[in-house]
């Protein structure tokens, strides 16, 4: 098979999917390796490097798309790509189907077969740690008064107390983001809807954090005293309520910071998305930090981390064909978005209220002794095609 792994072109955008470890061991499975020059730029690995261990470089992501019958990239495919996807190619990418209409598409219209990345991961994806622990910090220097933030630091000053943050949301994200907090002194404090999760947060920190249960009577009750919210849950999109609504971040001290690490609409009434160009705006007298690929900035330490976790999944598909892949992972099967012209994707089928079918139904493959996985989400969609 031909893998092509694309250079992302997203807005600061700085990670790559596959660095030169993973072509040495997809190439070593007997396969063909492209990777387009400069993919690996951003995030520290050269062209040499990609070519030393059997990539053949090219210059577009036109020939990769044209040459190759497995593409991968980090973030979701842009309007520039559409025309180039083709019919039974496989796309590996983070979609974000639910949240971008136009793309799936797109992905529809080709009639390829396309894998959400973020529903691939069995013990969470590394892009979520790396966004946590990196929000963190960028929360801590939008707190800076240069930043129009109240000034405050993190563990305090001899006679100054340290700041007090608030982390909504305890699963990957938002027990990476408060193991940084934590590990640098702040008052922090965490929410979520599952007790057993609180309890683990607890243990995870010696119970020097608080722990509280998620729901908008304790959030509001909280928010005027606290100086950085943290936004880490995946807020349903059909949801019919903000979290956080535009009086409740008015309740913030000025100078306080929101940063939305999940980046959701719906979540947060006063959210719209920022890049690492322009990363914050302040309204209701509130900084927000909302850029959309914070992982991008710590993009060395990400692309390892990422590129490890997925190669299972890309020589799986690969030396076993999609088929035998899907039916021994269960993660990977519930990320299969499209697949020749069907949708495949509960959530977004749920959200756009498009008809779908289920993975194991258009692989012929549900009489089989299948690994199980949880859904990816709550939605849920009997919008059923019939085959």
Known sequence: MKFGVLKDIKQGEYRVIATPAEVSMIAGDGHEVYVQKGAGAGAGFTDEAYAAEGAKLVDTMEEIYAACDFVAKVKEIEPSEYGLLRENQIIFTC???????EEVQALLDSKCIAFTAEDSHRC???????A???????GLESLLAINGGKGKFVNGLGGAPGIKALVLGGGVVGKAAASVLHALGAWVTVMDINIGTLRDIGKQFNEEVNTMISNRYNIAKLLPEMDVVYNC???PKNASEYMIDRAMVRSMEPGS??????NDYGAIETFHETTHENPRYVEEGVVHYCVSNIPGAISQSTSIAYA????PHFRSIMNSGIEAACVKDGFLRRSLTAYKGYLTHEETSGVQKRPWIRPEDILKIADQKLDPA???????SDLFIKL
């Open 257 to 262: 910071v929101i940063v939305d690490i999940s």
């Open 233 to 235: 849950v995946k807020w």
């Open 374 to 380: 949880p859904a990816a989400t709550g939605t849920r």
């Open 124 to 130: 969470g994806s590394p892009n979520c740690e790396a």
């Open 95 to 101: 979609i974000h189907p639910a949240a971008h209409p």
């Open 132 to 138: 946590g622990k990196a929000g963190a910090l960028f």
């Open 308 to 311: 490890a976790s997925v190669l």
